[in-house]
């Protein structure tokens, strides 16, 4: 099994979705840029849920390409990242 965290699969995105990151209320967001365009699907592993692992979106956000844990491990745990159309 490989380590929690881990990616084992990645599929692209059909075009017309997009991440939007929310923050709790009272947080500083002045330096998190803000969510982007989906471009693909990445299978983690995580033995925290059924199954052994969760399909997170990878997304453009400040020119690269982001998992939401790779987001939140630069901008903050606290984070949110909600997956919906564009436009």
Known sequence: MPAAGSVVGVVPAFAGLRVDVTAPPGSDTAAVPGGGVVIGWVLVADE??????????????????????????????QLGVAVGRAG
């Open 48 to 77: 925290a849920v059924v199954g052994g692992t969760r399909v997170d979106p990878v997304f453009l956000a400040a020119g690269r390409a982001w998992t939401p844990d790779q987001y939140r491990a630069v901008y903050g745990q």
